[in-house]
């Protein structure tokens, strides 16, 4: 049976990341996989995150499943994070979270709640988005279709043509939003273009499904969501799909979750059933550890301040670099304008250079970015930044 299977390509950005391991240049940079690192290349644990694992070693009882929805405490504070502690949907009792193996967990158990709601269901992407929302859609039966976003050329966004082809969009499809850090252009929507899409999303009766994976990398933990939390205030159903493994670290941990707001508290109970039922067919309950560790960071003032000050020191890390690069950039490279990295915002922005220039880059240099020209911000240091620059202008010559 078996011998009947072709094998399949490798995820791009994941065979950068072997690739990068592999290399033996002692000047090599990784700028391809999505993980925050320091100013030594690193991806340390986060403080607050050991402090909470020793209170978990010590005081876990148990080891007995913890039921499909995982820990309701850490469901609890996640609302609270995403949505603000008395955001009118979590007074009205019309959210229902359920924790998640991951924000790609998340995506799935969405992916398969869309198809019970609707067989049907399109669901609209930005062009051009993270590889993975595709093939997640696709893998539930969904049909994937996208709508305009990043304007290449101008390295902003092309606004009126989103409003155009949402303008489009029926009833019955699903329009998926990053809420902040647009994976992979760093470009985000305005409180201005958040209302307007919001009074789009109103007036076609589309479902919003908002992935939020870098919530306190771009401005703030609550500006980072203030798109969301708009669209949950003005509109009757909101699908949101979170991840913990940036902005707690908790990367292999697998943490994340699903959160669905119904028109009310009784359509909630039942999205709420449907929702449990989509997870007990793909793997019945999630595992324990990252839910303990971000529910216990939450429920502790002293832990919660620690998390935010080493939240803090990352999005400062990675904001000081994308001036710094543009800087260096625009030094260096004469007649080219790397401006736009200063206005786009979490880990990535598009270097905007070709296919051979990027080869250039990883064979010459051993510098790894993703073949779209997408680059990891966090993975430039103060000790690589000139190399950097300086290959950039060099194959750009
Ligand atoms: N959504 C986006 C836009 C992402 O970039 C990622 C990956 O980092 C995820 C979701 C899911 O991340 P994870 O499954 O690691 O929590
Ligand atoms: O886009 C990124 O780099 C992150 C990490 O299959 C990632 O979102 C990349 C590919 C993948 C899973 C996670």
């Not at 998926?176 to 899409?197: F, I, K, R, Y």
């Not at 992935?211 to 939390?229: C, H, K, M, V």
């Not at 543009?326 to 922005?349: A, P, T, V, Y």
Request: net charge negative; proline share 3%; charged share 20%.
């Amino acid at each position: 049976m078996f011998s009947q299977l072709k094998p399949l390509p490798t995820d791009p950005i994941l065979g950068l990341m072997a690739a990068f391991k592999a290399d033996t240049n002692a000047n090599k940079i990784d700028l391809g996989v999505g993980v925050y690192k320091d100013e030594q290349g690193n991806t340390p644990v986060l403080k607050a995150v050991k402090k909470a694992e020793e209170f978990r070693l010590a005081n876990e009882t148990s080891k007995s499943y913890i039921g499909l929805a995982g820990n309701l405490d850490y469901c609890q504070k996640m609302e609270e994070l995403l949505l603000g502690n008395a955001h009118p949907a979590l007074l009205a009792n019309r959210v229902r979270t359920a924790q998640t193996p991951g924000g790609t967990g998340s995506l799935r158990v969405a992916a398969e709640f869309i198809k019970r709601c609707n067989d049907n269901a399109t669901v609209w992407v930005t062009t051009p988005t993270w590889a993975n929302h595709i093939s997640l859609f696709e893998a539930a039966g969904l049909t994937v279709k996208e709508y305009p976003y990043y304007d290449y050329e101008k390295k902003g966004l092309l606004f009126d043509e989103m409003v155009n082809a949402l303008s489009q969009i029926p009833a019955g499809d699903v329009v998926l939003l990053h809420a902040c850090c647009h994976n992979p252009s760093g470009m985000d929507l305005n409180a201005e273009q958040w209302q307007t899409v919001t009074d789009i999303a109103k007036a076609q009766g589309f479902t919003v499904l908002i992935d939020i994976a870098y919530q306190g990398f771009g401005t703030s933990l609550d500006e980072d969501a203030a798109g969301l939390r708009l669209l949950a205030s003005q509109v009757e159903e909101l699908i949101i799909c979170s991840s913990c493994s940036k902005n707690f670290g908790l990367y292999r941990d697998r943490i994340g979750a699903c959160s669905i707001i119904s028109k009310d508290a009784s359509a909630a109970d039942v999205s709420n059933s449907v929702l449990l039922s989509v997870v007990r067919s793909i793997y019945s309950m999630p595992p324990a550890h990252g839910a303990d560790i971000v529910s216990t960071i939450l429920s502790s003032s002293e832990l919660t301040t620690m998390w935010h000050d080493e939240l803090d020191e990352m999005r400062s890390r990675i904001n000081e670099f994308r001036s710094l690069l543009k800087e260096k950039l625009n030094d260096k490279c004469h007649g080219m304008d790397f401006s736009f990295i200063e206005r786009q915002h979490g880990m990535f922005s598009f270097l905007g250079i070709n296919k051979e220039q990027i080869e250039r880059l990883q064979k010459e240099y051993s510098i790894y970015i993703v073949g779209s020209s997408r680059v990891n911000v966090a993975g430039i240091s103060h000790a690589n930044i000139d190399y950097f620059a300086d290959a950039v202008a060099e194959v750009t010559k």
